[in-house]
């Protein structure tokens, strides 16, 4: 004898504890148990695409800003009514510094085109473990009102990619991809739409088709005008400080963001804000604009980067904490050969962090954003990669790098005059970080010598700065009278002779 439970509506028994099965997505009842059967999701060929299905973050608040050309590039490979996204996988890679500002562009993109693919899905790429949960999401939107918690993720992941191949035209978003070979099981199941990625990485994508897009900062304008945006102010007010705080930033876009938000919040001013910049580095650059504690920060976006690369090569990361002492820009290669004990040690290190886009690498040179040098250079007991001991150590290193390959007869031999054309921005930014309170004895032979060399160019002014400064240098390490001071002062006053300043020429 069967009867209906009331219960639950369509449920049907037979006997007190026979079991119970309807329309109950897969449960069982059978009075004190309820066991979940294998839930057995509808071919994927046969569930439409809901119109206008979507995953994507909010767009940014402020009105989309400087990448225009980039903008087209994505348009133009990926652009939603693509002939080729229509037969076949079309994949591109956008690389990139942390903070420059790759997936704020794959948003930007993904929401302009989103009404002109069958679905557009956004995909955490860091590891496979949340590719598989990003596209397990994909399943579950796909069934609304149906329980598939009890579905292993790997199960719903191959699910929501047999659909994507069997419902052509949509976009997948890969952000923050940290391997390649993380994407490319899924990317080679697929046969027809799009792949955007963005990553920190700068190798490995044309192995997947993908073609690299590399990421700059931002124009002076763009970034002046998108901090105008984020703080809310008048451009006419304070226009020379929020010039002169874009600069400082490096026109880095997530710089920028964290400045104009806290800015805006703190009702501060333009000028304010780059004095703390430039007074409390550390703490400004891990302070998040909008006053949230786990909001994203420069500090905290670099810091996840740096413990891959210590994790790879520990020698990368002091690599990277020396060249915060150089300039940014032109830093020779062969600089900084005698920073490793093994041969060609160097050469991997500056590789490695090329691949993260830490550093920018040519065959002879190597450029650092100054905001990582900036951080790289300020102690922070909370991250291990920026020590007391670690920084001065770099400090120490990058003061002996230029000291070694600093040419011989500063003013006479212009054989050298070429290499000390190079060196010198180097040796005046190391001079310009460092306290001359902590001038050595290496400092005060680069001081000495690069007067030398400024002096015979006819640049009087540096010449005799240099010359004093490497003077007070001596004497409070040798002494007054001690030789090198006095050779040092008898150039200081040659130097000044040369200017023309007679005065301070003869005590």
């Known amino acids: 004898m069967h009867s209906a439970s009331p219960e639950t509506p369509g ?76 037969t076949h996988v079309v994949t591109q890679a956008m690389s990139g510094l942390g903070g420059i500002g790759k997936s704020t562009l794959a948003l930007h993109f993904a929401h302009t085109h989103r009404t002109g693919y069958t679905a557009v899905w956004w995909i955490d790429a860091e590891t496979p473990e949340t590719i598989a949960g990003s596209l397990a999401q994909l399943t579950i939107r796909a069934h609304p009102g149906t329980n598939t918690s009890g579905v292993p993720s790997a199960v719903l992941a191959e699910w929501a990619l047999a659909w994507l191949d069997s419902h052509p035209g949509w976009l997948l978003v890969f952000d923050n991809a940290t391997h390649p070979d993380h994407l490319a099981p899924y990317l080679a199941r697929l046969t027809s739409g799009d792949h955007l990625i963005t990553s920190r990485l700068t190798y490995g994508w044309h192995d997947l088709a993908a073609t690299p897009l590399h990421l700059d900062v931002l124009t002076p304008t763009a970034a002046t005008s998108l901090l105008y945006q984020l703080t809310g102010s008048d451009p006419s007010s304070e226009a020379t400080a929020a010039q002169e705080l874009a600069d400082e930033l490096g026109y880095l876009p997530l710089a920028l963001e964290q400045a104009g938000a806290y800015i805006r919040r703190t009702r501060n001013t333009y000028s304010a804000y780059l004095h703390r910049l430039r007074t409390q580095t550390a703490r400004m650059l891990n302070t998040p604009g909008n006053g949230d504690p786990h909001s994203i920060t420069i500090a905290r976006t670099w810091s996840v980067t740096l413990d891959t690369i210590a994790e790879r090569d520990p020698l990368a990361v002091h ?189």
């Open 11 to 86: 449920l049907a028994t037979a006997g007190a504890r026979s079991p119970a099965v309807a329309t109950n997505n897969g449960a069982i009842f059978t009075g004190d148990t309820t066991i979940q059967a294998p839930l057995v999701l509808p071919a994927p060929a046969d569930v439409p695409a809901p119109h206008g299905m979507h995953n994507l973050p909010r767009p940014v608040g402020h009105r989309f800003v400087g990448r225009s050309a980039e903008m087209a590039t994505l348009e133009e490979a990926l652009g939603p009514r693509n002939e080729r996204a229509a």
């Open 319 to 507: 690599l990277l904490r020396v060249m915060a002492w150089l300039a940014p820009h032109d830093i020779p290669r062969d600089l900084l050969k005698g920073i490793a004990d093994e041969p060609d040690a160097d050469t991997d290190a500056l590789a490695l962090l090329n691949d993260f886009s830490m550093i920018t690498l040519t065959e002879s040179t190597t450029a650092v954003h100054r905001l990582v040098q900036a951080l790289a250079r300020t102690p922070d007991p909370k991250d291990p990669h920026r020590s007391d001991t670690a920084i001065s150590q770099a400090q120490s290193t990058a003061a002996t790098l230029i000291q070694d390959a600093l040419p011989d007869d500063p003013e006479t031999s212009t054989a050298g005059w070429p290499r000390w054309r190079t060196l010198l921005p180097h040796i005046d930014a190391y001079l310009t970080h460092t306290h001359p309170e902590t001038d050595t004895a290496e400092t005060d032979g680069i001081l000495y010598s690069a007067s030398q060399f400024l002096r015979g160019q006819g640049q009087l002014s540096q010449a005799t700065q240099y010359a004093q400064r490497s003077v007070t240098t001596s004497a409070r390490l040798n002494g007054e009278d001690h030789p090198d001071t006095l050779i040092s002062r008898n150039h200081l006053a040659s130097a000044y002779e040369s200017a023309g300043d007679l005065g301070r020429a003869i005590p």
